[in-house]
Every structure is written in C-alpha cells, then in structure tokens.
C-alpha cells in the first residue's frame, strides 16, 4: 500500500469526521499547466499548453478532500481535451474524489492559420480560448473564446475632416450550445462583426486594405457588442451567450468596455434563473 | 458650446436612434487609476489609489452612450470614497448618463498599522480592498476585503516526524451587509481563522512565537474557508458572503482552493435567487 | 533585549560565519507595498502608493543578512520620497545592514491633471514612475517615466485612400541627470514627440483636434524613438538616457517595438563602459 | 509583385532616408504566441507555446525596418526551436531585413516527467524557460531555467521549540556556456540547493518524506543562491552565469530575494566588461 512506509500506516487526516456543518461547495486545485491537444477543424487536433483548474463539492461531514487525485486524474489522462472526453474525466473526478459534484476549467492559446486579404500571406494567429464545465446537480459546458480586432470610432470619423482613431479591442464570447461549436465559426463571427479582424502578417497592399476596411466600418464598442450579439442570436445552435467587448483607447489611458449576456428566448435585462449551474 | 468649433456644430453620433433592438446591460470605463481617500478606523481618513470601473445600462434604441461623462463625473469629484459618498456618484452617473442602471467598482490597497507579537514593532501591511456598487432596479453594495495569511498542513504536522509544510494563503471575503462593516474587523476575523497572519516587521522572538503559533493551529485549505465561514455567520450585519481561500503550496508548482457561499438563512448549495443584482 | 524570550536569548543564525566563498551582490525584500508623498511641481506633493525594492550587498563571510531592518527603515521613514530624502535613506540601509553597497527601487503611478486641447476640461492622468537609487561604490540615481501616448502609422497614412491605423503605444524613459529633471518635463517631451498626446477627458472639439493632429503628425516607431531621443539630447542637464517604445498593434495581435541608449557624447552602439553601477 | 495592387505601386515609405542621424539599437516585434518542439532529454522532442520577440538594428539613414518580415521568417519556418536551428534564423533575420544585427527571444514553458520520492507516482512539472540569442558583432546565446522549490528558515527553525516556516520559492538561472546544457542538468542542480524540490503528484508517504527532507536542509535565500553558484562554478562548460533567488515568504506579505553574477575566473562585484553582447 503507497501510503505506508514499512510498517508504518500513516493516518489518513482528511477523512476524519468534521462537526463544523460547513458543506463546501469548490474545493480543489488551480494553475496547472499542462501540454494537452484540442479538435481542430482544419488538422484534426493541435498541441497546445492549458492552465487547468480542478474541483469538486467537499460535504460538511468530511474534514478535507484528497487533492494528489485530481494531479493522478489528469497525469492519467492521455491530454486529449475535447467535447468528448470531457464527460468522462469528470465522471472519473466524481468517482475518485467520491463527490456529488464536479467542475473542471481548462484554458488554452488556440492557433488558427489565417491569410492576408489581399497578397494571401499566411501565418498563426492565436486565440485565448477556455473550457468550463461542470457536472453534479446537472451537467453543463460552457465554451469562451477571446478575439482581438480593430474597431474605429464612428465619432471620430464624422466629426473629424481627416482620419478616425482606431484601436485593438477584445471580444470575449462565452456561449453554451447544442451539438458542436468550433472555435472557428465563433472567430469568424467576430471579425465580421468588428471595423476589421487582425492579421499575423501584412504586406502593403494588405495594409490598404486593412485600414480602408476599419474606415469604411467605423464600430462603437457599442455597436460590436450588438453586431456580435445578432449574430450569436442567429446560431440556433447557440442557447445562451455573453458578450464582452474592451476597446484599449488609443486617444485615452483607460479602456471602454461593454456587455451583453442573453439566454435565448429571454431579453437582455430580464435574464430569468438558470436551472443549470454557471461554471463562470 | 462646447462641442462647437467656431459656429460649426459637431454631429452627436452616439445620439443617434439604433434599430439593431439591442439593450445594453453594460456600457462603461474601465482600468481609470486615481488617487482616493477612504475612511480609516484609526486616522479618519487614508489616501490611496484606485482603480476604477464605471459603467450604465444603455436602452436598445440609443446607438452609444458619452464616455467622456464618465471621466467628468470622476473628476468633478474630490476623490474622497466612502459608504456615504457612494449613493451621491451613483445618482449623478444616472443622472449624467441618462440611464436607469449604474454600476461602480473601486479596487484599491488600504494600509493597515500591524505590530508584531512580541517585540511589538509596528509597520504598515496592505490589502487588497473593493467597494462594487450597483444601482438602478436595486441598489446593492459589496465589500471585497484580501487578506494574505500562513497556513500550515495539518496532514503533513501529523504523518511527518518533525516539522510540516506551510505557505502563504490568499483569503478573498466578499460580504453584503447592513450597517457598517470596517475592512479592520475583516482582516482580524481572518487572521483569527488562519493558522497564523502576517506582519509587516518580525524580530526574532516574533518568528519564534509565529512559527509556533502557525505549527500550533494547523489548517487545510478547507479548515480555513470553513473557519471564516463560522465567523462570518456569527456576525449578524452580514447578509451574504462568500469566501474564496488560495493555498501557495509550498510543496507544489500549482496552488489549492476552496470557496463557500451563503446567503444568511440558506444554506450552502441552496442558493436561493437574490432579489439584488450581483455587482460581481 | 528584544531578541530575548525572558531569559533565553534567541541565537542569531544569520550573524554565523560563512565558508562557501560566495559573496551575494544583492541580498533583500521586494513587492512591498507603502504609501508615499512625491514631490509634485504644481502642488509641492502628491499621496501616491509604491512598489519597493530595497538590497544590500552581503559579504562571503556573513551567513545572512537581517531582513527586518529594511521593513524597520521603511517603517520609521515618514513616507516622503524625494531627491533630497533618498541619500539619507541609502545612508541608513548601508550602516543598520552594516554594507558596502545599497540599492533602492521605489516605483509609483505619478498623477498629473491634463487639459484638454480645445475645450480645456480637465482631469487626472497617471505615469508609471521609478526612482532606483545605488550607493557604495559610487552613487547612481536613474528616474523612470513611463508615458502612453497615440502612434498613427505613415505608411498606413500614405497608401490608404482614407484612414490611417493608429493605436496606443507606451514610451519609457530612463535617465540619469545632474541638478534636476521634473517627471513633467519628461512627459511634455514624449507627448510632443508623438503623434498626440492622451487625456483624460475629451469633449467632441477635443476629439476632433486629437484625430486630425494624429493623423498630420504620422510617427513609425522608430520615427518616436528618434524623436524622443533628439530632445533628450537636447536636455544639456540628462547624462545618459534610454528609450523604449511599443506599439499594441491595432491591426495586429503583436506589438512593435524599438529601442536607443545613449550616453551623452557617447553614439549608439558604441557604449563605453559607465564607471557608475547601473541599477537598472 | 505582392506589393502592387493592379497597375499601382504601393509607396515603400519605411526605406525612406533619413536625416535625424539617430540609429536604433533594437527595432522589432515582441509578445508573439507561437507553438514550438524543443528538445527534450528523454522524448527527443517535445510540443510547447512560445512567446518570442525578434528584432534588429536600423542603421540611422533609414526611415523604418520592414516589420512583416518577421512574421514571414517565423511563419515559413517549421516551428522547431533548438540549438542547432537558432543560427539559421537568426542569419535569415540578418538577410531578410539587411541588418547588422539581431536578436531573438523565445520564452515557453518546458514539461518534465517527475516521480514522487517514495511512492514514485508520476506527474508532469513544468519551468518558464527561455532561449535569448544575439547575432552580429559577435554571437550569444543565453539559456533561463526558472525552477519553484520549498525553502525552509533556518532562523526559524534554530529558535522555535517546533516547526519551522518554510515557503515555495523561485530560482532563475542565466547562463551562458560551451557545448550542450540540458535544461534538465539545471532543474536537478537547483532541486539539490534548495530545503526540497517540488511534485506534481505526492501520496501520505511522499508528503512525509519532502516535508522532514526540508526540515533537515533549511535553507535562507542566501544559503539557496550561494549553494546553485556553487553548483554552477562546478559546471565547466558554464562559462557566466546569473542566479537569482525569491521567497514567497510564509510570514510576511512581501520577497525575499538575492543575486548573485559570475563570469568564471572573475569574482563577483569584479565582473569585467564581456566582449559579447548580452542579450538579457
């Protein structure tokens, strides 16, 4: 037996008895990292690192939880994450940890190959992307994808007798979803959305293009957070989204930010209670 | 005018109708630093910088909401941020914005004075503090008080036969709560709850009284969360809470956590729908 | 004796003798937290809060040095940090720490109200400051002035029919100097030097005057790097001085960057070697 | 020509002359996500993301470097980051931008297999590690292994009547040197200086072990810094090196660190110029 040394059995401390009635809800471990490989539509699967966060429910009557499990869980794992193994690592966290309920965070750089819109120069972009999902009382996942973009302030363009200022801003989208969801469609949605999408390489007449694109779609924080908005309300697939859109302000030190979060069906503002547990 | 050049009038672009039906939960600034003054248990008043988020709710039929108010408002003010002076920001944001909804976050390092258990050596330790207030269809106030303390492995005190392993512990509180709650009695409540806290300056009579203490009241990462959570239901003011623990583990590249939330009267696990908008 | 407990007195394990034959160059705390007073030229001194580094060298004889008399310095100072305050500060480490040399890092947001162009509303903005300070072998003082400021890119400019991208970029400047050199005078420089300066409130004619005055002052880079260099070698009073510049990229995810060190007299690429320490 | 869109030709403003006499020592692109193999000791090659800067110098006579060049060198080459692929990129650089120097850093984390010291239960641990590299005037390479270890006070230990605090701290080592240095070499030197070294996964019986391993070799950041120099003075391909040491103290909310730098032959606070130049 691993836990005795010779003769020795050593006491077991985390399964003594608690009478403090304290039930805690996430107990666990955060900020591992470790190399996995995700679906990738154009060649099957890519290697990536993630940072991962792992936890489950401890009852009231149990004074701790067994955290080595959740590192031999994973380092037993073959390091494939997807859609599909996700359901049996948290069964398997469920049953180690002997727990109701599970969840389990996984966050990772997405690289996609996207080319120059006119001279077709290619290269990797990369995408901040994480998994959440959690299981127990009902099972739930939740896909966010992070997209940065040019957005060109519709303001600055009217009033202005020349040029418009322009900034990278972030779009995060988090959405559930029936069937499949590729990082890919979500990414794609949001460049249409923005003044123009980022390139990893730009040639001069790509740059052209870039800049009279974002001047020709000048976008509000505002309006991004809408054009994105529509089209997630257009995915049938997509039953509930949150949208969060930060501008780094190139003529301010501070940022602009705005936010809409839909369960479809329901209108933002009226956001009724979700019978599935948020893993955000 | 102000924003007329010569007798040229500027387009109000953000004044605009927009047909994209919309509404907008948030629309704000964030990452704004400032210098601020909050009330000090002990000498009134401390000076402090901030870092600030202020944002509104925008109607689906406006196209963009003026950013530059924001900053207007921020600055007109004279910086000092306290529980009175919170519900007079929050009108005028309203008011200033045309909105029916308001949203402020104020995160800030207070300085506390921390003598040293035996020597009695006094220094400043600081923690990290937020105020988020919402306002609108309800108003509602949390307090975010971060607390670092040791924690040391009741596991590795008993199975080891000398020494045991210990590390830096992250505390976060955040509480609603009617009345007053001062950041001081969060700290000491805290401190309490940890196998020891921490002090600025430590003679060498006070690292032997620390490191005895914290062999002395060994906490695993559940203990902690579970012994701020008895504290918390003790105290009547405080109407919800939730507590976050965060264990550097001196012997691992990754940390451990564990997290409750209670809202007075339910119990964890339970939680009922609150008729207050969460500010966070 | 405050290192005694009643009778027994505690030993002092870091005063031992060491064999190893290693003399450590900088031995001491970081990440401190403290709230300081700044010398300010509109208002004689400002509240801020810093992030303090404070070292001493330690002999290969010595075990230890005895970190809680840099908390015990920093603790019995009274929080004023100016140019007339560090020596005495120096002084002190180097005689209670019984060392040759001394080094301090005091890093602060430095508040400056800025007007803006044409409506003239004002407000606060901060910059990232340093002050590192070395004493033993010779004395050092480096000032560090971190401004954000607008780029707007020539080539953009020149081969797009309309529009030009710009974004945020971040200029650094260190230098060292005799006499006196106002963190104000360091901002003006860089914000004259770019393709316009930032602020913290701008009313529709303000953003108006801040998109055309970017777009006719077109700055690569390389072109701010050189411009910022040009009048810091004009400021007879700066000795030395180095110049870091990024652009966050707003039609990539990337940043661009550039670089120039210069010791007066001395050309780029030809740096003789500084008979004082760097503290950088 | 991908620079000519139909019939018209795209002006090449960056080759531009110019007349500021202000030559740029470094000119690049930095925070580029990128996925690499690197070499590893026991798989041959293993997958990772890195995160790379890449610059060179501007002679003074022209306007701007030709930054989508960059991006093309790194997105036409295989992604394969070793020893023996660095000079061809860096060459290519030279070439491909018509610089006299340049210069490439590739920052990525490096996972190694570690088994549990009793138990020998397997895990994944994982060190920021980087590759800096300078070619022109003459060539270096720098390698940085970043490895998290327990340190136990001495002080503590010597004085309290049981227990000892003790915290994860993290070592960087900085060397340069002839031949092959495997990563590996410098994680097992420094988990041999420290109180202990880390686990990803440690059973009852591993928990014992590390935490009465530490308890017998107390370590204060200087003892820690002092026995890796030993260890890298040992080293004879290791011709300079780096080390420098923080703790995440236990008992105090801010570091401990120390420093120390050695070019062999030459004694510490004697360091005399390098002919190369340093890439750090």
Redesign the interface.
């Known amino acids: 037996m691993?836990?005795?040394?010779g003769r020795v059995s050593?006491?077991?401390?985390?399964a003594n008895p608690?009478g403090?009635q304290?039930?805690?809800?996430?107990?666990?471990?955060?900020?591992?990292?470790?190399?996995i490989m995700v679906k990738d539509r154009r060649r099957a699967a890519?290697?990536?690192?993630a940072t991962i966060d792992m936890?489950v429910?401890?009852p009231h009557h149990f004074?701790?939880?067994h955290?080595?499990r959740f590192?031999?869980i994973?380092?037993s794992h073959d390091g494939v994450i997807s859609g599909e193994a996700l359901p049996g690592i948290m069964r398997t966290m469920r049953e180690r940890l002997d727990a109701e309920t599970a969840q389990l965070r996984v966050s990772f750089?997405y690289?996609m190959e996207k080319r120059a819109p006119?001279?077709g120069?290619?290269?990797?972009?990369?995408y901040d992307c994480a998994f959440e999902a959690s299981s127990g009382a009902g099972d739930d996942f939740v896909l966010t994808v992070r997209v940065?973009v040019?957005t060109?302030?519709?303001?600055?363009?009217?009033?202005?007798?020349?040029?418009?200022?322009?900034?990278?801003g972030l779009v995060t989208v988090k959405a559930r979803f029936t069937g499949e969801l590729w990082i890919e469609d979500v990414v794609a949605l949001v460049d249409d959305s923005a003044s123009?999408g980022?390139?990893?390489?730009?040639?001069?007449?790509d740059?052209?293009w870039?800049?009279?694109r974002?001047?020709?779609n000048p976008r509000?924080?505002?309006?991004l957070?809408?054009?994105v908005?529509?089209r997630l309300r257009a995915m049938e697939r997509v039953t509930w989204f949150k949208v969060h859109v930060?501008n780094?302000?190139?003529?301010?030190?501070?940022?602009?930010?705005?936010?809409?979060?839909e369960t479809k069906g329901v209108?933002?503002?009226e956001t009724r209670?979700s019978r599935r547990a948020s893993p955000s």
């Not at 050593?10 to 985390?14: C, F, G, K, P, S």
């Open positions: 691993s836990d005795a040394i050593l006491a077991d401390v985390q608690d403090r304290v039930p805690i809800a996430k107990v666990g471990v955060q900020n591992i990292r470790f190399p890519q290697h990536t690192v936890s429910d401890l004074k701790g939880t955290m080595s590192m031999e994973l380092n750089p690289f006119v001279s120069s290619a290269g990797l972009l990369s940065p040019t060109l302030c519709p303001c600055s363009r009217e009033i202005s007798s020349r040029g418009a200022h322009n900034q990278r123009c980022l390139y990893p390489v730009l040639k001069r007449a740059e052209k870039v800049t009279e974002a001047y020709d509000f924080v505002e309006d957070v809408r054009e908005t529509l930060v780094y302000e190139s003529i301010h030190e501070h940022d602009a930010y705005a936010e809409v979060e209108r933002n503002g209670g």
